[in-house]
Nanobody, 123 residues
Framework: QVQLLESGGGLVQPGGSLRLSCLAS????????MGWFRQAPGKERESIAA???????KFYSDSMDRFTISRNIAEDYVYLEGDNLSPEDTAVYYC?????????????????WGQGTQVTVSS
């Protein structure tokens, strides 16, 4: 089992930025890829970005070019940075980890999920 814990959410001013962290623990040797997703009120969960854990190859969903995913293998962290946020970015942000290396922007391929961290973009 892998446990994931997100942090870094909160209130962000429009035009501001965010940096979210996700710490993996447990059987982290099982992780092949990690991803970030978000779910806005009344909407389906959508993918933002994913990263191959060992190789570091990154993938981004369309229209998510304001976000950057990165990872720290030594400390088992994955990060999500975002710039120029708008109220439309208000959502619960989730990190996910999986054992597969295909379709990494598809939430169905992930095996473990964090509980999410709320990001609210508002003045």
């Amino acid at each position: 089992q892998v446990q994931l814990l997100e942090s870094g959410g909160g209130l962000v001013q429009p035009g501001g930025s965010l940096r979210l962290s996700c710490l993996a623990s447990g059987n982290t040797f099982s992780i092949r890829a990690m991803g970030w997703f978000r779910q806005a009120p009344g909407k389906e969960r959508e993918s933002i970005a994913a990263i191959m854990w060992n190789k570091g190859t990154k993938f981004y969903s369309d229209s998510m070019d304001r976000f950057t995913i990165s990872r720290n293998i030594a400390e088992d962290y994955v990060y999500l940075e975002g710039d120029n946020l708008s109220p439309e970015d208000t959502a619960v942000y989730y990190c996910a980890a999986g054992r597969n290396l295909y379709r990494l922007l598809d939430e169905e391929v992930y095996d473990w999920w964090g509980q999410g961290t709320q990001v609210t973009v508002s003045s």
